[in-house]
């Protein structure tokens, strides 16, 4: 299976823990989404990164979130310090193309995050 | 500030006739929409996409309309089958100082009965 690959599917963490959340794009894409789902609603976009580099930060929180994409291995999202409200499921989504490139994002199963 | 909006949460047809999903959106600057199925625990699946500069897009069963005056789009699937129920949701893209973010509607679900 060559799709995006998301671990944990699922994580449990007690308030004031760390959360890390990891990202295998597509083979071949080189571009990484990271999107919050709150259960009822939409999902959110939280960062958008390339190899080594944050495009767009626009949807995360100023505090406790961070994102990288390094040069080798996954995608990590993390949040430190978590809190009841950080439970929800996140998902991270990869496309070969940035740009006008018409491509569409192809989504990872997600890891439901749960905050005791 | 709920840029694309799915009004229906809820959408239930018969095996065989059409299902029509619709969505609005508020951003003139949105140029590609894209519409994804998900089923529960798992991630959102491709399904069909329309850049702005047209206003139809075919692919077999899935069929989606972008009408940019009345900022609105629809997916038709027809026929449906009981396979297809799921929650749809509606996407737009906003591609603002080089970002490729995609903005969701809430989602639809749709039941298809057999």
């Known amino acids: 299976n060559a799709g995006v690959m998301q671990n944990p599917r699922h994580l449990v963490r007690r308030r004031g823990q760390e959360a890390r959340l990891r990202c295998s794009p597509m083979k071949g894409h080189s571009h990484v989404y990271w999107y919050r789902q709150l259960p009822e609603e939409g999902l959110k976009f939280m960062v958008y990164l390339q190899k080594e580099n944050i495009i767009d930060e626009s949807g995360m929180p100023k505090e406790r979130f961070s994102a990288e994409f390094p040069k080798e291995g996954p995608s990590i999202l993390r949040i430190q310090q978590v809190v009841r409200g950080d439970s929800a499921a996140y998902f991270c989504?990869?496309?070969?193309?940035?740009?006008?490139?018409?491509?569409?994002?192809?989504f990872g199963d997600g890891t439901r995050l749960s905050i005791l | 500030d709920q840029q694309v909006k799915q009004n229906s949460p809820s959408l239930s047809v018969q095996e065989g006739r059409i299902s029509i999903l619709n969505c609005d959106y508020t951003n003139s600057m949105f140029d590609y929409f894209l519409w994804y199925k998900k089923y529960p625990a798992e991630g959102p699946t491709f399904l069909i996409s329309?850049?702005?500069?047209?206003d139809k897009n075919e692919d077999g069963r899935f069929t989606v309309f972008l009408n940019k005056s009345a900022k609105h789009l629809s997916l038709h699937i027809v026929p449906s089958q009981p396979g297809d129920s799921a929650v749809y949701f509606c996407a737009a893209r906003a591609t603002q100082g080089g970002s490729e973010k995609l903005v969701f509607g809430k989602g639809t679900k749709l039941t298809v009965n057999p």
């Open positions: 329309i850049s702005s500069i047209k």
């Open positions: 989504a990869s496309s070969p193309l940035g740009g006008r490139s018409n491509q569409p994002q192809h």
